[in-house]
């Protein structure tokens, strides 16, 4: 069994090094996959494609003739979804991994656009049903023990082998809901709710949240597009008054 571990292990920090991948991906590979995959036959081509973060914080969907595709996409999601916009927090050091489980409930991972064998402790074809492609981050959590990896399972994309792609979010949390709800350990499945709420409850998340919070981002259409939610400060505060200082003579008396 050692003789085992210790050749996947090689296999695994091999395809690492081959991909001259920062530090996190190095910790992602080592502690979900053991080897990289070459038999992509009936493998989904969404499997090799990247998440992204868009920037574009002021296209909320409110501009009728605006064609930035993210804005189109809200505007369609506003009409279809019922005007109800789902967030959640963005890890600040994390790896975007694509989790696929097959036709033979076998477990497959994506990292930057490479298909890996997943390790044991990520296999879930007792949870998750045949043809199912769930998106997650991978992080470090701070803990009493010290740094522990995490995957934190945000979205689907493909369930029972029928694209969910352009659902509603909210759906297809519930999807997500139905599989992960109670799930503790390893992976677990990330808090989604109203960007309303996801918004006003920021700093919690930064105090809260066992690992460091970028930003809060929306969840649209599209799985592998999130996008920054920009929160301003709206409160009105006291003008700061200007004290005119005070002038002291030579001696350091004042005035």
């Known amino acids: 069994m050692g003789t085992f571990l210790v050749l996947f292990g090689n296999a695994a920090l091999a395809c ?13 590979v ?35 003739v605006c064609t930035n595709p993210r804005c189109r ?20 050091h994390r790896v975007p991994v694509l989790i696929y489980v097959d036709d033979s409930k076998r477990t497959y991972v994506g990292i930057n656009g490479r298909i890996l064998f997943a390790s044991e402790c990520v296999m879930l074809g007792h ?15 701070r803990t009493e023990r010290g740094m522990e990896p995490r995957v934190l399972i945000y979205d689907i994309a493909m369930y029972k082998g029928e694209s969910v792609t352009n659902s509603d979010p909210l759906e297809r949390y519930k999807i997500l809901l139905g ?19 996801a918004t006003k409850n920021f700093e919690w ?5 066992p ?6 981002v929306n969840l649209g259409h599209d799985p592998w597009t999130l996008c ?5 400060d709206t409160q009105r505060r006291e003008p700061v008054k200007f004290v005119k200082p005070a002038k002291t003579d030579n001696t350091g008396a004042v005035h």
């Open 205 to 209: 998340f930064t105090k809260n949240v």
């Open 211 to 216: 690992h460091e919070v970028e930003c809060i």
């Open 127 to 141: 949870r998750v049903p045949k043809s199912t492609m769930i998106l997650s981050h991978f992080v470090e959590d």
């Open 228 to 232: 920054r939610v920009l929160h301003i």
């Open 179 to 197: 599989m992960f709800k109670d799930m503790k350990g390893l992976v677990s499945l990330q808090w989604i709710g109203h960007e309303a709420s």
């Open 16 to 28: 690492m090094a081959s991909w001259e991948c920062d530090p996190m991906v190095a910790k992602a």
């Open 73 to 92: 996409n809200l505007r369609e999601c506003t009409d279809e979804c019922g005007k109800v916009r789902m967030a959640t927090w963005l890890p600040r």
């Open 30 to 64: 080592v502690h979900l996959c053991v080897c990289e995959s070459f038999d992509v036959f009936g493998m989904p081509t969404e499997m090799t494609r990247e998440s992204v973060v868009e920037l574009h914080a002021f296209h909320r969907g409110t501009h009728p």
